[in-house]
Every structure is written in C-alpha cells, then in structure tokens.
C-alpha cells in the first residue's frame, strides 16, 4: 500500500458514533444550547491502516501523489485534486490527528475505533456476504 501520509495521522470517527451524538443532542437540544463541539475520534495512521490489511506500507512524496492524481484520475471534479492533495498535507503534517473528549462525552462511552467500524463495513459489502 502506497501513501502519502508519511507517519501523520488521521482522527477519525466512526460514523454510527456521529450519528450517536447527533441523536443526544437532538434529544434534548435546550442542554446542548450555545456549546460547540469538537467531534474528533481515534487517530489512524497509514501504517495501521497497511497493518490490518497484511500489507506493507510505503510512503510516497507529496509531488508524486499530485502527479498521480492529475495523470491517474481522469474524470475528477477540478476543485478534487487540490482538496486530495490538501488533506493528505493536513495528515502528513500532523494536522488532522487532534483528539478530545467532546464526542465520548456526548456518547457517555468511549468512541468506537474507526478503523473497526470500517473493516465491518468493508467486510458486510462484499459479495456473497449477509448483511
């Protein structure tokens, strides 16, 4: 597996865990007034990511991912390629892996690992498998 993350990570949240706290605040709104939450989850790396696959991970310059994208993704919106290049600045650079207790504090639990949540939807999409 190839990225461009270098050893950044990404701070992910699972999306039922979103939807979780969307309910609680939904729920009773009046307790939520006013307050700003900052929804981060369990930072991932690309390592981690290559690692539950069984496969080595080899990090690739921020250049050659542009490259890759302008020559290898025909058919990408104009804003896309920027925004891909951006986000993979934001990881490798440590932007993105910020953590809080916002989102368990909603949810009165910890947050689900993102990375686990993924592989059971990856895994309940394929074919062949019951949902």
Partial sequence: MESAFGDGALAAVARADLAEAAAVVAADPARHEGRTYDLTGTPVTAERVAGRLGVPHRTIGLGEYRRRIAEGMPGLLPFQ???????????????????????????????RDPLDAAVATASAARPGTAA
Avoid: E, K
Avoid at 87 to 107: E, K, N, Q, S, W
């Fill in 81 to 111: 390629p920027p925004m891909l290049v951006s986000i993979a600045t934001g990881i490798r650079h440590g932007f993105l892996d910020g953590t809080g207790p916002d989102l368990a504090g909603l949810l009165g639990r910890p947050v």
